[in-house]
Structures are given as C-alpha cells and as structure tokens.
C-alpha cells in the first residue's frame, strides 16, 4: 500500500508559529481578538487568517527579513525527510499557514522541492490577501487540510498524520497513524484517539521504522 506522510507546519515543523510572529510585529490592528474568536470556536481558521493577515501593510521581503535568524525548526526534521525518501514515502505539507514564508523556511533547509498546500498570500499596500485553494482547484472557507487527506485516501494512500494544534484534531481523525504533539495530543489523550506522541522527528522516524515491521 502506498504511504503518504501528510504534516503540519507552524508549531509542528517549526517550534514556534509563525504567523502569530509576524502578526505581532506587523499587524495594524487587533489580531488577537480574532484569535479568541476563533479558540471559541466563533470563527474558523481560514477565516481567521484571511481577516488577521489582512491588517498587515508590510510587503513579502519586510516580512522574511523579521524572520530572518528567529526560525527555529524542531529537530530531527531532515532525518524524517530522508527516511521518507528511502522508503518511497511521498511527504506533503498541508498547513493552514502562509505559502510565501513556508516555502521560504524549506528554502533555506536546502529542502526547496518539498511539496506544500497552504494558504496563498499576495500582498497590496491596503493589506494581504489570503485565500485556500482545496485540492479541486475552488476556493474553501473551512475544511482546508481535511479537504486534502480525504484526496490522499481516495488516491489509495495509507495516510501518517504529524500535527500540533487544534485545527489538526479534524483531518487526523481521517488519517492510519497519527503522531501528535502539543494540542492535538492533549485532545487525542482527552477523547481516547489512538495516537503516538513525539517531542521531535527523530521519534518520528524511530516509531516509523518500527511500525514498518508491522505493515497495514
């Protein structure tokens, strides 16, 4: 069966979000209390973004200079990125984060060919704009990374699902095997959801080899 390693971006590759960084440095206005919105569930998190990233005036190289030097990247990443490659495994990111800074962090890991779904950003003096593409080429409000495992299921693919916060509860519902760290583990672990917790990549790939003796 062909495997897939579906992944998070914000909090999961990197060890901090960054795009509540860059609204903290950069945003003309009150991001938070759409962040509260959303915790309480009075919004989702496409539009949460799209509303947020709209109050930042800053253009695209503003913004990766600010990240320059500040991105820190949980360990271990690499040797889950080579240990995909020797298994044939096809790794995607699927994040409800920005496009533009998400590449530019792979970039810079020399990992530039990584295939990556998230929200695509364009900037106007006015504010960013941010909209979700689903897998079907239309535009989606909610849903973004379920919409995307559920294409990978009907692909045929075994899904492993890697992921930290709450919007990541949803599609890792859907996925084979899911190892979860932060929020996300916090809620499997509350409602009894089958899950491997991990700290860094390097239990990643060690929790992967072993379950490789014992194939779906």
Known sequence: MKTLVQCDFDGTITVEDISFFLLDAFAQGDWRRLLRKYGERRISVGEFNTRAFAMVKADKDRLLEA???????????????????????????????????????????????????????????????????????????DGFKEAYIQSFLKLGYRV???????????????????FATGDLLACNKENNLDCRPFKDFRDVVRDLKQMSQFPL
């Open 160 to 178: 492993i699902y890697i992921g930290n916060g709450d919007s990541d509860v949803a599609p890792a519902k859907y996925a084979h095997h899911v």
């Open 67 to 141: 990240l320059e030097g500040m991105v820190k990247v949980r360990t271990g990443f690499h040797e889950l990125v080579n240990y995909c490659l020797q298994q044939g495994f096809r790794l995607v990111i699927v994040s409800n984060g920005l496009d533009f800074y998400i590449r530019a962090v792979l970039k810079d890991l020399g990992l530039p060919d990584i295939q990556v779904y998230a929200a695509q950003a364009s900037f106007h003096p006015e504010g960013m704009k941010v909209q979700y593409i689903g897998p079907d080429g239309k535009r989606l409000e």
